[in-house]
């Protein structure tokens, strides 16, 4: 079975300028995360979709960016317009509830890194 | 590989040695807790959790324990080996549940095989 995958690996893109990343999460996962980590910081959320309905979106840092995920599959994130401060690494992670279980593992995909420059 | 130019604290082991990391956490009512492995271009992947009822977890070559009194908690590695070269964080999903286990990431600690 195919882990996360997130695509591009790695984006170079001028400040102004519009970058989407994607996230195809674990076949099956109701849940799908996004966190970043930005230059000297820890990983930190961004925002979680229960099938397409957005949970929290609290940890999104201003209205530059934008997720969606139509349809409860794949995700997408949108910055823009993308300003430096935004580069970083952008994780995907994706669960399912357990029957029974309050908790549920995250499963990351390997994540994008974004270089504005 | 992935990396963002973040300031870990960086633990050197020999090969064959145990490696001990810590985490501290600051609420009281956390009640679950997760390591995750990240190695150089790949994502954080899941190596161990544990539940605030229990002091101690073993798994293959890890075993992390959990000190509620001082709010901390350790992952050791038996028998390092260079495959266990990676940045290790602890994380913890969110109390509230609303919040719908968003996980907090602590700094992460760099481990270093030497041969």
């Known amino acids: 079975e195919a882990g996360v995958t997130q695509f591009p690996s790695h984006s170079v893109i001028e400040k102004g300028q519009t970058v989407t990343l994607r996230c195809d999460p674990i076949?099956?996962?109701?849940?799908l995360y996004w966190y970043r980590r930005v230059m000297g910081k820890e990983i930190k959320f961004l925002l979680h979709?229960?099938?397409?309905?957005?949970?929290?979106e609290s940890g999104m840092p201003n209205n530059r960016f934008l997720a969606e995920r139509t349809g409860g599959t794949y995700s997408t994130l949108k910055v823009q317009p993308a300003e430096l401060e935004d580069s970083g690494v952008y994780f995907c992670?994706?669960?399912?509830?357990?029957?029974?279980?309050?908790?549920?593992?995250?499963?990351f995909g390997a994540g994008t890194r974004l270089s504005v420059l | 590989g992935e990396s963002v130019g973040l300031h870990l604290p960086t633990l050197s082991v020999q090969e064959g040695d145990n490696s001990i990391i810590n985490c501290a956490y600051s609420?009281?009512?956390?009640?679950?807790f997760i390591w995750y492995k990240q190695e150089s271009g790949k994502g954080p992947q899941f190596i161990i959790d544990i539940r605030s009822n229990m002091d101690k977890r073993q798994g293959q070559r890890v075993t992390v324990l959990l000190n509620k009194t001082v709010k901390h908690l350790s992952l050791q590695i038996a028998a390092t080996q260079p495959g266990d070269s990676a940045v290790y964080f602890c994380?913890?999903?969110?109390?509230?549940?609303?919040?719908?286990?968003?996980?907090?990431f602590g700094g992460g600690t760099r481990v270093l095989v030497k041969p």
């Open positions: 609420n009281s009512a956390s009640d679950y």
């Open positions: 979709f229960v099938k397409e309905s957005k949970q929290d």
């Open positions: 992670a994706s669960s399912q509830d357990r029957q029974g279980e309050a908790k549920n593992i995250q499963y």
């Open positions: 076949s099956g996962h109701d849940n």
């Open positions: 994380a913890e999903p969110s109390t509230i549940k609303a919040a719908g286990n968003k996980l907090t």
